[in-house]
């Protein structure tokens, strides 16, 4: 059983996410639990108030430290029995960007949880305490930490053993080991012709030596073409 908690001050925002799909299949197949945990409920006043104005000036507010640092130990409490490590990461934009392979990694964590950063970002001091990691998801701004934590939990369900009807189906997936890191080969079904577009033949043949070599192919022009950053 693998544990994600996630730390947010919109718990409403993942309803319909851990309950539908892949993500919805694995928690109830009990390959994964997860647990939405309002920060608000760690709030240090009467108005359950978490943000506060940046030291030294400056545009936005920035989440306190405290709430968040209640908020994880009280995963640390709900765990405590447990001889698993607890892994922190916070999402930011000035995280290390998640891959696949990072994702293949947190898949391998018993107890994972996820701060969700808002606002004009997280106190320093939090990070610093309790953060085992910062992950950002891309080289942009969006206006919380919720769709980042989302698309975190996501790549890495549906890495665990049994999530997935077939086991082999994330062998074949962009980025993976199989497929050497490279995008995906061009991918057809039912049916064979849509006007003057016709399945290649070669996916038609049944040699499958042979469609290996012509997935290989376009692959690799696929990945020299879209994504030339890849080292491949």
């Known amino acids: 059983m ?7 001050i919109f718990p409403e925002f993942f309803n319909e996410f851990i309950t539908t799909s892949i993500v919805g299949i694995a928690r109830e197949k009990k390959l994964v639990t997860i647990n939405i945990i309002n920060l608000r409920d760690f709030a240090d006043d009467n108005h359950k108030s978490v ?62 949880v996820i701060v969700c950063g808002h606002y004009g970002g997280v106190d320093q001091r939090f990070i610093d305490r309790e953060c085992d990691e910062e992950i ?27 999530t997935l009807g077939n086991p082999d189906s994330n062998l074949y997936d962009s980025f993976s080991e199989y497929n050497s890191g490279m995008l995906e080969a061009p991918l057809y079904t039912r049916p064979e012709i849509i006007g003057d577009n016709k399945v290649p033949e070669i996916l038609l043949s049944g040699n499958h030596s042979e469609i290996e070599k012509w997935r ?15 080292k491949i």
Do not use: C, W
Not at 136 to 162: C, F, K, N
């Open 51 to 112: 943000d506060s104005p940046p030291y030294g000036g400056g545009p936005g507010m920035i989440l306190k430290a405290i709430p968040l640092i209640k908020a994880v130990n009280s995963v640390r409490s709900y765990h405590s029995e447990s001889k698993d490590k607890i892994k922190v990461v916070l999402t930011s934009p000035k995280g290390k960007v998640l891959n696949q392979k990072k994702s293949r990694e947190l898949s391998n964590e018993k107890i994972l």
């Open 2 to 8: 693998t544990y994600i908690h996630i730390i947010t």
């Open 136 to 162: 950002s998801i891309g080289d942009y701004i969006l206006t919380g930490g919720e769709i980042p934590a989302m698309v975190i939990s996501d790549s890495l369900i549906r890495l665990l053993p049994g």
């Open 216 to 230: 290989l192919s376009k692959s690799l022009d696929i990945t020299k073409s879209n994504r030339p950053d890849l």
